[in-house]
């Protein structure tokens, strides 16, 4: 893979989306057909709020390598923000069958499902996520679907360290995408707390940051702390809540 390939990921990582999607463009001005390329472009340009460009370029990846997992999971987040359901849904699909271990993945789908009105197939992959999650030591968040209760969540462990940060942080963006903007700054908050750098690393805060400006409100500068401008944070609750519930669909 090329130096400017390498690059592109560094940028990715650090959350320099605008130099990411400069190198990779690059890199596929060279070659043109590197579908991981493609892939990492896409994921850029759903940073940068591009969305139309982001689902062309992971299209296009998806065109090149179909069993692209990663590729068929971002795919189903864009469309998820924009809110076409049964597309994500279908998306994640893909998704989990190439990534079958990935809790982040089945969690989505059910996300997706839950919106998208099939709640028997939603209640089938938070479960899913909630074996892996108990298989890999950690707790699963709550399926946000209205008047589901699962026993399990009320047993999960209190979060001691940072591999249980991956789940507060799926939980966050989970909320992010249904609206809930505290209780996803407040899942933020606890995933920062055990697990700073991951935290950092993550796509929370470039995707608050594009709907905040989708939603017209002034961005300020981010601090050193842990929650990006302008969102007031929650209280921080102490473990992944059980209560959490679909908001309605307008």
Same mark, same amino acid.
């Given at each position: 893979m090329s130096?400017?390939?390498?690059?592109?990921? =560094?940028?990715?990582?650090?959350?320099?989306?605008?130099?990411?999607?400069?190198?990779?463009?690059?890199?596929?001005?060279?070659?043109?057909?590197?579908?991981?390329?493609?892939?990492?472009?896409?994921?850029?340009?759903? =940073?940068?709020?591009r969305g139309a460009d982001a689902e062309a370029a992971l299209s296009r990846s998806l065109g090149l390598l179909p069993t692209n997992g990663e590729a068929w999971f971002h795919l189903g987040v864009s469309r998820g923000l924009r809110g076409v359901w049964g597309e994500a849904a279908?998306?994640?699909? +893909?998704?989990?069958?190439? $990534?079958?271990?990935?809790?982040?993945?089945? =969690?989505?789908l059910g996300v997706a499902l839950?919106?998208?009105?099939?709640?028997?197939?939603?209640?089938?992959a938070f479960e899913r996520a909630l074996v892996l999650s108990r298989e890999t030591g950690g707790s699963a968040p709550e399926a946000p679907v209205a008047g589901h209760f699962d026993p399990h969540l009320v047993e999960a462990p209190e979060p001691?360290?940072?591999?249980? #940060?991956?789940?507060?942080?799926?939980?966050?963006?989970?909320? $992010?995408?249904?609206g809930?903007?505290?209780?996803?700054?407040?899942?933020?908050?606890? #995933?920062?707390?055990?697990?700073?750098?991951?935290?950092?690393?993550? $796509?929370? +805060?470039p995707m608050l940051r594009l709907l905040t400006v989708a939603a017209g409100q002034p961005v300020e500068d981010e601090g050193p702390g842990p929650i990006p401008s302008?969102?007031?944070? #929650?209280?921080?609750?102490?473990?992944?809540?059980?209560?959490?519930?679909?908001?309605?669909?307008?």
């Open positions: 130096q400017r390939f390498d690059l592109g990921i =560094h940028f990715t990582l650090t959350g320099e989306y605008d130099r990411a999607a400069r190198a990779f463009e690059e890199v596929l001005r060279d070659e043109p057909r590197n579908g991981r390329a493609w892939s990492y472009l896409g994921i850029a340009y759903a =940073h940068l709020g279908t998306a994640f699909r +893909r998704a989990v069958a190439y $990534l079958p271990e990935d809790l982040v993945a089945w =969690h989505r839950s919106e998208s009105g099939d709640e028997e197939g939603a209640e089938t001691e360290g940072p591999r249980e #940060a991956r789940t507060w942080l799926d939980l966050a963006l989970s909320l $992010l995408s249904l809930e903007e505290e209780e996803a700054v407040a899942a933020y908050e606890r #995933a920062f707390s055990l697990d700073p750098d991951r935290a950092r690393r993550s $796509l929370f +805060r302008p969102v007031r944070p #929650a209280p921080a609750p102490s473990s992944p809540r059980p209560g959490l519930r679909r908001p309605e669909v307008s």
